[in-house]
């Protein structure tokens, strides 16, 4: 006899790659850290363990102020805060398979400062040239399209608890045809 028939060999593979996928434990906890960033962040990466059905590498950081670790594309407001470099934040959501050089995001950051003090020192160039022409340097208000297209009426709040027109009595005049009115004769 040649043994079971391989559907069961089939069945018996499937259910134990399942059983497997549920032993998370046997992964890595503690990543290896790839690097810095002058922020003080540090960015760690588990590697890919297909085996375990994580086909690609964890990848997270810890910020200087909480030391709390954050995983991006996981939790949508990991690191909300936290000052990251963009090739970092590329490294974390791979779209890069390398983490930057110091280098290279030494270089990143003072070409943005660079932009910085270039866009200060046109505005100020700008708004001397509007002082002496006589104009108005302040920005322009908002245009049409840019207006809020909700109509306000005065019968509504704009902000709960707060209406910005006065109040009225809205009973006023209302008269309850099932009371006695005085001098009715009722």
Do not use: C
């Amino acid at each position: 006899m040649a043994g079971p028939p391989k559907t069961r060999g089939m069945i018996k593979y499937v259910w134990d790659n399942f059983i497997k996928s549920f032993k998370v434990g046997k992964r890595q906890q503690v990543g290896d850290v790839m690097g810095s960033d002058p922020y003080g962040n540090t960015y760690y990466e588990l590697p890919a363990q297909p085996q375990l059905g994580k086909r690609r590498p964890t990848r997270w950081y810890n910020t200087v102020d909480t030391d709390k670790k954050d995983i991006i594309a996981r939790d949508t407001w990991a690191g909300f805060d936290a000052e990251l470099p963009s090739q970092w934040e590329s490294w974390l959501r791979h779209r890069r398979a390398d983490p930057p050089t110091e280098k290279e995001v030494m270089q990143s950051l003072a070409l943005a400062e660079m932009k910085k003090m270039n866009a200060a020192k046109l505005e100020e160039a700008r708004h001397a040239e509007m002082v002496a022409a006589g104009l108005d340097p302040s920005p322009p208000g908002l245009q049409d399209h840019e207006k809020t297209p909700y109509p306000k009426y005065a019968d509504f709040e704009v902000m709960p608890g707060e209406k910005e027109f006065q109040e009225k009595d809205k009973w006023e005049k209302f008269k309850n045809p099932y009371s006695k009115q005085p001098g009715s004769g009722n």
